[in-house]
């Protein structure tokens, strides 16, 4: 069985891509007029049993990432043949959700707890610290920088014809925040407030605060907490590896209401901007992340294999904190320590947000464009510096990027009218930006673990080693 199964594999995977193959040239035939229109049942059947085939495929692979990809599949055929019954499912990707959210705060305060009090070493806290922040502080001004570039190419908001005023139950209120403001936001004043509002950064500093006068104990105090804190951490592990299960239908739920509630042919009014985004974000990749992983001797087909799951479910459910359980136990599979993984991911969420920070100054642009504001170079750069300040601690949630673009946007006297045009397209937008923060922040523990020279030192526990 065993030697029949790689043949099976191929054979399900080929019969699949030739299901969606032939239903595009039945498409296509009857588009451009080459043969008569194919009844919808006709190029859905052929769909179907691609999907099904897919199905097989992942039965095989025996792969939760394969699993995810089916269910995506399944979930935008499911959303464009019976739209109806698809926007209903969005309960179950909403469970998803939830179930993911319960996972962040203990595991963010018993991995740090563990990593930082376990160790002792204090002074490696304060160098990750401060390397984490030079290095998320370089690449996200890049990722600005290339998000104005590529919308002063492409200028996709020129042209656009305003609507005389948006409706008023689409006037947000959108209150500017100061400089005093975003520095307090840092710091809890209540951590339970925190756990429950899902502020990660303000978890981040209150575990870290702990983790360092634990640390400060004598051993026979401090060793109670610190195994109470190791089995918390393995538990949530554990905890993550039962809700992941639930993945592929969460997934599925996602993309059946996505394209159930907008529609394929979203694409057609916005898709130069659309085309613009995935662009930039794929020359950021190229011309940034890879360099980046080359330089630090990251194992680049290693690396690939271990985000695909995490960066599958950031896509779909367009939350970078549905997949942060599961690329912390990647990163540690592929040889980042614990400490290091629990360190700077949970704060990569707040200051290296890169597709975020990308798709921010392309956006802003976008708006003075759509408006017919003309912004010298010297106020785009204005812009960028103040999209600097103002994008850190956006929390990893979906469209937490637009209440910044709005504030943006107030505070250079742009309406905001252009931005009510982006969200018709903000879900299939928020899905690729949210995609890359998921790889810089995975990235970001690798090139961390490298500077300090603990890549590969230690072995993963069992529990992240099944789960892998």
Aim: with cysteine.
């Amino acid at each position: 069985m065993r030697a029949a199964e790689p043949d099976a594999k191929s054979m399900f995977l080929a019969g699949a891509m030739a299901a969606f193959a032939a239903a595009a040239c039945l498409w296509a035939a009857g588009r451009y007029g080459l043969t008569a229109p194919v009844p919808a049942p006709g190029l859905a059947a052929p769909r179907w049993l691609g999907a099904a085939l897919l199905a097989g495929y992942a039965f095989y692979r025996r792969s939760l990432t394969a699993w995810i990809l089916v269910a995506m599949v399944a979930g935008a055929e499911l959303g464009h043949d019976f739209p109806a019954a698809a926007v209903n499912l969005r309960v179950l990707s909403l469970v998803f959700l939830r179930l993911i959210k319960t996972i962040i705060a203990p595991l963010i305060f018993s991995t740090l707890v563990v990593g930082i009090a376990g160790h002792s070493d204090l002074r490696q806290v304060g160098r990750m610290g401060l390397k984490s922040l030079i290095y998320f502080e370089i690449v996200t001004t890049v990722a600005l920088f290339i998000g104005l570039a590529a919308i002063n190419i492409s200028k996709a908001g020129v042209g656009i014809r305003l609507p005389a005023a948006a409706p008023p139950a689409e006037q947000l209120a959108v209150a500017k925040q100061s400089p005093a403001d975003i520095i307090l936001h840092i710091f809890p004043e209540n951590v339970a407030k925190s756990v429950a509002e899902g502020q990660v950064l303000q978890i981040v500093v209150f575990s870290v605060l702990f983790a360092v006068a634990l640390a400060m104990l004598p051993e026979g105090k401090r060793r109670p907490m610190l195994a109470f804190a190791e089995s918390l951490s393995e538990t949530m592990f554990k905890f993550t590896n039962l809700v992941m299960l639930f993945a592929p239908v969460g997934v599925g739920a996602a993309i059946a209401y996505t394209v159930g509630h907008m529609g394929l042919g979203v694409l057609v009014n916005l898709f130069k901007l659309l085309a613009t985004l995935y662009a930039a974000l794929a020359a950021f990749i190229a011309l940034v992340l890879l360099p980046v992983a080359l330089l630090f001797r990251v194992p680049i087909r290693k690396f690939a294999r271990a985000v695909a799951e995490p960066v599958s479910i950031a896509f779909a459910t367009t939350s970078s904190e549905a997949a942060l359980p599961r690329a912390m136990e990647a990163m540690e599979a592929i040889g980042v320590p614990r400490q290091i993984v629990a360190f700077v991911m949970p704060t990569g969420y707040s200051f290296n947000l890169d597709g975020s920070t990308l798709y921010l100054s392309l956006a802003s642009v976008f708006v003075a464009q759509a408006a017919g504001v003309h912004l010298s170079l010297a106020q785009q750069f204005l812009m960028v510096f103040t999209l600097m300040l103002t994008s850190k601690g956006v929390a990893g949630v979906p469209r937490a990027t637009l209440v910044i673009l709005l504030g943006t946007a107030a505070s250079f006297k742009l309406p905001a009218e252009p931005i009510f045009l982006i969200l018709g397209i903000d879900e299939l937008m928020d899905m690729a930006r949210t995609a890359v923060n998921v790889i810089g922040n995975c990235l970001a523990t690798v090139v961390i673990a490298r500077w300090e020279g603990e890549f590969g030192k230690e072995h993963p526990s069992a529990v992240v080693r099944d789960a892998a």
